[in-house]
């Protein structure tokens, strides 16, 4: 399993932006491999930050040459003020019961 995480500083949206957003997260959602997203915000950075979660490298590499995709991150200086991505291999989730259903990802130990 997989995760790509998309951390930002918010910007100006404007009505392309919002287009853009739903019509990725409507793609992502779409993609065989994908296996769930969270979002966060850290009210202290003013960061957000978005997780989404992948069954392989390849259902990832599919949403980020979805030109879609490509068309937002060409535009991304419109609307932010910094970005990271963050691609990382997922080892092992682990826990209690008391997330079960609240979260995207099944423990997997």
């Known amino acids: 399993m997989y995760s790509s995480t998309f951390i930002f500083a918010k ?4 009505e392309e932006f919002h287009r853009l957003d739903s019509e990725i ?3 992502a959602r779409s993609l065989p491999g994908y296996l769930g ?12 930050c978005n997780v989404y979660y992948w069954a392989s490298l390849e259902a990832l590499h599919a949403l980020m040459t979805h030109p879609t995709h490509l068309e937002a991150k060409a535009n991304q200086g419109k ?3 910094g970005y990271r ?3 990382s291999q997922v080892l ?3 826990g209690d019961a008391g997330l079960e ?3 995207p990802l ?3 130990d």
Request: aromatic share 12%.
């Open 11 to 14: 910007g100006t949206y404007d």
């Open 79 to 81: 609307w932010l003020a």
């Open 92 to 94: 092992r989730t682990y």
């Open 85 to 87: 991505i963050i691609i």
């Open 25 to 27: 997260a409507s793609a």
């Open 101 to 103: 259903g609240r979260l």
């Open 106 to 108: 099944a423990k997997t």
């Open 37 to 48: 997203e969270e979002a966060w915000e850290n009210p202290e950075s003013g960061l957000i």
